[in-house]
């Protein structure tokens, strides 16, 4: 995909995650819209996966360690063929596969995640399986900027800096704000890329709604060999619905009739920008 | 005693030879190589051997993530921290990911002796009971522990393993006899009164028996290695056909081995029953015969019960 195809992309699954969340009466809209950029970049552009195939051992693994915001993945892995898009409409209902956090009932879902500080942990396992076995395959783990404030994420940083695992690929949604305000009044992180560096880890600090830049940054990655790679994408929560932006009840709000087709609107002008400078057919 | 060989030197002597054939075991450490005795698993096969540090949260996840990728990983770490330090990774990664992770607690029950109840681990059957998925095996002896970890490999499937630290004095004669999870073992029929035991208490089970045969009773031994998937069936006959049932723990008699038979007795056959473990107190240090003595985890103490209940 070219950088117009894929930031039309993310619009569109905006668009998707929008109506899914407003569908079901409830969701993590904040930083399921902060991360969509992300997760578009490795899904349709990054990541060698088979949707036809998705237990296929040479394949890259995604893990959601930050796995309340799921809404963006649900609506990439049913676009991207893992499962039949109808499926959209039972996020959160009574039964469905499609829950609130990662299920690996679903295809394409590689760990179940929703307890945060796990899923470093467990891209730190299998990077090492993946040395160990002479794979080629990537681990790229998601994690949320409050997330941070879980220890055992840095137990998890030790380890992939001391088994020098440069297929690891550590992202923080780094939005600023968690679901009592900002990261640096509930538990101040700062400075961020500095503990990082500390730990090992080769640090790339990137706008993270940037298609072109997360793109840049994934594909150099591992920049340094024998390091594993941390990507700071500082993004913005709510980003694509200007009245969501930087908006801390947006964590979980979801949209009213209103306000959703204010923000379809917004997404649809942004596709067809696209599409009128014929970047798009 | 005769036996000088501690159960976690038998899991490591079983892994080595295991491991010659089969690349995907894989043996993990919390800085604990030399208390779980996997040295020498760690030298013989660096390549499949993982030092992750004093993380007990952190060898769980990176467990799950060898697992998930086709590693049949063994987490070797002091049971006190395993079960409870890290059971939320336990719960998600392990269980709830249905990962083939084998979670290995050495030095459970009261054999940390005397450093006192943070290193004790008689909690950590309740715990891990009540996590859905996760299997949960007590060996009773050498022999049985190698039997255990050879099926331990060909298992698929979340499993919490407990042994203790010491050597402990033989069950069985030999390793000549079929070890299946979720089975018990009946180690001496009976018809008075059945004892069920679980790890390394099934030793003083047998010596209660032979006590109360001298004194005319006929006691049943059921070795209740696994405690969940639990083997309900043989639980229900030693009720129905003994009509009274004592437990034997190296555990809190809250959630354990005998919670867990008395939820099987009082829904399907009622029948007068005594739980013996560690009451709800932070256990007494010292040697585990010490501590086991101090709370009447001996042969005389059941024999005692069983007449009790026999009205003898």
């Given at each position: 995909?070219?950088?117009?195809?894929?930031r039309?992309?993310?619009?569109?699954?905006?668009?998707?995650?929008?109506?899914?969340?407003?569908?079901?009466?409830?969701?993590?809209t904040?930083?399921?819209?902060?991360?969509?950029?992300?997760?578009?970049?490795?899904?349709?552009?990054?990541?060698?996966?088979?949707?036809?195939?998705?237990?296929?051992?040479?394949?890259?693994?995604?893990?959601?360690s930050?796995?309340?915001?799921?809404?963006?993945?649900?609506c990439?892995?049913?676009?991207?063929?893992f499962?039949?898009?109808?499926?959209?409409?039972t996020?959160?209902?009574?039964?469905?596969?499609?829950?609130?956090?990662?299920?690996?009932?679903?295809?394409g879902?590689?760990?179940?995640?929703g307890?945060?500080?796990?899923?470093?942990?467990?891209?730190?396992?299998?990077?090492l399986?993946?040395?160990?076995?002479?794979?080629?395959?990537?681990?790229f783990?998601?994690?949320?900027?409050?997330?941070?404030?879980?220890?055992?994420?840095?137990?998890?940083?030790?380890?992939?800096?001391?088994?020098?695992?440069?297929?690891?690929?550590?992202?923080?949604?780094?939005?600023?704000?968690?679901?009592?305000?900002?990261?640096?009044?509930?538990m101040?992180l700062?400075?961020?890329?500095?503990?990082?560096?500390?730990?090992?880890?080769?640090?790339?600090?990137?706008?993270?709604?940037?298609?072109?830049?997360?793109?840049?940054?994934?594909?150099?990655a591992p920049?340094?060999?024998?390091?594993?790679?941390?990507?700071?994408?500082?993004?913005?929560?709510?980003?694509?619905?200007?009245?969501?932006e930087?908006?801390?009840?947006?964590?979980?709000?979801?949209?009213?009739?209103?306000e959703?087709?204010?923000?379809?609107?917004?997404?649809?002008?942004?596709i067809?920008?696209?599409?009128?400078?014929?970047?798009?057919? | 005693?005769?036996?000088?060989?501690?159960?976690?030197?038998?899991?490591?002597?079983?892994?080595?030879?295991?491991?010659?054939?089969?690349?995907?075991?894989?043996?993990?450490?919390?800085?604990?190589?030399?208390?779980?005795?996997?040295?020498?698993?760690?030298?013989?096969?660096?390549?499949?051997?993982?030092?992750?540090?004093?993380?007990?949260?952190n060898?769980?996840?990176?467990s799950?993530?060898?697992?998930h990728?086709?590693?049949?990983?063994?987490?070797?770490?002091?049971?006190?921290?395993?079960?409870m330090?890290?059971?939320?990774?336990?719960?998600?990664?392990?269980?709830?990911?249905?990962?083939?992770?084998?979670?290995?607690?050495?030095?459970?029950?009261?054999?940390?002796?005397?450093?006192?109840?943070?290193?004790?681990?008689?909690?950590?059957?309740?715990?891990?009971?009540?996590?859905?998925?996760?299997?949960?095996?007590?060996?009773?002896?050498?022999?049985?522990?190698?039997?255990?970890?050879?099926?331990?490999v060909?298992?698929?499937?979340?499993?919490?393993?407990?042994?203790?630290?010491?050597?402990?004095?033989?069950?069985?004669?030999?390793?000549?006899?079929?070890?299946?999870?979720?089975?018990a073992?009946?180690?001496?029929?009976?018809?008075?009164?059945?004892?069920?035991?679980?790890?390394e208490?099934?030793?003083?089970?047998?010596d209660?028996?032979?006590?109360l045969?001298?004194?005319?009773?006929?006691?049943?031994?059921?070795?209740?290695?696994?405690?969940?998937?639990?083997?309900e069936?043989?639980?229900?006959?030693?009720?129905q056909?003994?009509?009274?049932?004592?437990?034997?723990?190296?555990?809190?008699?809250?959630?354990?081995?005998?919670?867990?038979?008395?939820e099987?007795?009082?829904?399907?056959?009622?029948?007068?029953?005594?739980?013996?473990?560690?009451?709800?107190?932070?256990?007494?240090?010292?040697?585990?015969?010490?501590?086991f003595e101090?709370?009447?985890?001996?042969?005389?103490?059941?024999?005692?019960?069983?007449?009790?209940?026999?009205?003898?």
């Amino acid at each position: 995909m070219s950088s117009t195809e894929l930031r039309s992309k993310a619009a569109q699954i905006r668009m998707d995650l929008l109506r899914m969340i407003h569908g079901a009466k409830t969701g993590h809209t904040g930083g399921s819209l902060s991360n969509t950029d992300i997760l578009t970049a490795l899904y349709y552009k990054i990541m060698t996966i088979d949707p036809a195939r998705p237990k296929w051992q040479e394949r890259d693994r995604f893990i959601a360690s930050k796995g309340h915001s799921v809404e963006s993945l649900w609506c990439i892995l049913a676009d991207r063929g893992f499962f039949p898009k109808e499926e959209l409409a039972t996020f959160s209902q009574f039964g469905t596969r499609l829950i609130g956090h990662p299920n690996n009932k679903v295809p394409g879902i590689e760990m179940n995640t929703g307890a945060l500080g796990h899923g470093l942990a467990i891209s730190v396992g299998m990077a090492l399986a993946a040395k160990k076995d002479a794979r080629a395959s990537r681990v790229f783990c998601l994690m949320g900027d409050g997330e941070q404030a879980e220890g055992s994420v840095w137990e998890a940083a030790m380890a992939g800096a001391h088994y020098k695992l440069d297929n690891l690929v550590g992202i923080i949604d780094r939005n600023r704000l968690q679901i009592s305000g900002s990261t640096e009044e509930v538990m101040g992180l700062e400075p961020l890329e500095e503990k990082w560096a500390a730990f090992g880890w080769h640090v790339v600090s990137i706008d993270g709604n940037d298609i072109d830049a997360l793109v840049e940054a994934f594909e150099a990655a591992p920049a340094i060999a024998g390091k594993p790679t941390l990507v700071m994408a500082n993004t913005v929560k709510g980003k694509g619905v200007s009245f969501a932006e930087n908006v801390p009840h947006w964590h979980h709000h979801v949209p009213s009739d209103e306000e959703l087709a204010k923000a379809l609107a917004e997404l649809e002008a942004v596709i067809s920008s696209y599409t009128q400078e014929g970047q798009v057919q | 005693m005769a036996n000088k060989i501690p159960n976690r030197q038998v899991i490591c002597e079983t892994l080595v030879t295991l491991a010659q054939e089969d690349k995907d075991i894989m043996v993990l450490a919390s800085d604990s190589r030399g208390s779980a005795a996997m040295a020498p698993f760690a030298n013989a096969y660096p390549e499949q051997f993982v030092e992750v540090g004093i993380a007990e949260q952190n060898i769980v996840g990176i467990s799950a993530g060898l697992a998930h990728s086709g590693k049949k990983p063994f987490v070797t770490s002091p049971a006190c921290f395993l079960s409870m330090r890290s059971i939320e990774q336990i719960k998600v990664d392990v269980a709830y990911s249905g990962t083939n992770v084998k979670l290995v607690g050495i030095s459970g029950g009261v054999s940390y002796g005397a450093l006192g109840m943070s290193h004790h681990s008689v909690q950590d059957i309740a715990v891990a009971r009540a996590i859905p998925g996760l299997a949960i095996i007590l060996p009773a002896d050498r022999h049985e522990t190698k039997r255990m970890t050879e099926a331990l490999v060909q298992h698929e499937g979340g499993v919490y393993v407990r042994i203790g630290r010491n050597p402990v004095e033989d069950s069985y004669e030999s390793d000549d006899y079929e070890f299946v999870i979720g089975k018990a073992v009946t180690m001496r029929e009976g018809t008075d009164i059945t004892i069920i035991a679980t790890g390394e208490t099934v030793r003083i089970a047998l010596d209660a028996q032979a006590e109360l045969a001298e004194a005319g009773v006929s006691a049943r031994v059921l070795n209740m290695h696994t405690i969940k998937p639990l083997d309900e069936e043989a639980i229900v006959c030693a009720a129905q056909e003994t009509g009274g049932i004592i437990t034997v723990e190296e555990h809190s008699i809250h959630g354990g081995l005998g919670a867990a038979v008395a939820e099987v007795v009082v829904q399907q056959h009622p029948v007068p029953m005594r739980i013996l473990g560690i009451p709800d107190e932070p256990a007494i240090a010292g040697k585990t015969s010490e501590v086991f003595e101090h709370y009447g985890i001996s042969s005389s103490n059941i024999k005692a019960i069983a007449l009790g209940m026999l009205g003898k």
